[in-house]
Nanobody, 126 residues
Framework: QVQLVESGGRLVQAGGTLRLSCAASGRTFTNFHMGWFRQAPGKEREFVAAVSWNGDNTDYADSLKGRFTISRDNGQNMVYLQMNSLKPEDTALYYC???????????????????WGQGTQVTVSS
């Protein structure tokens, strides 16, 4: 079993910066690909970013590439999402997810992730 807890979401102004954190506990953190997803009211959950188990590979939604950065610290069992130049359309509930995988690259499909956090709310005002 793996437990994931997100934190760092808050109300910010457009153009601002925010860093989300995800703390993992339970099974060995370093064996998991990690991803961030978000869901806004009335929309499906969408892929944001992912990082491989060793941090060597990252992937981003095309619309977010260049503004968001995913990283991980396996020594601290943490994964982060650095969010720059925030826009009102970034407003959503952001979820951290873990994918049990020893090889390959992280998937963009939500169905490919085995564990999920409860989400942290990010609201960007204009």
């Amino acid at each position: 079993q793996v437990q994931l807890v997100e934190s760092g979401g808050r109300l910010v102004q457009a153009g601002g910066t925010l860093r989300l954190s995800c703390a993992a506990s339970g099974r060995t953190f370093t064996n998991f690909h990690m991803g961030w997803f978000r869901q806004a009211p009335g929309k499906e959950r969408e892929f944001v970013a992912a990082v491989s188990w060793n941090g060597d590979n990252t992937d981003y939604a095309d619309s977010l590439k260049g503004r968001f950065t995913i990283s991980r610290d396996n020594g601290q069992n943490m994964v982060y999402l650095q969010m720059n130049s925030l826009k009102p359309e970034d407003t959503a509930l952001y979820y951290c997810a873990a994918d049990e995988a020893r090889t390959g690259v992280p998937t963009r499909r939500a169905r490919g992730y085995d564990y999920w956090g409860q989400g942290t709310q990010v609201t960007v005002s204009s």
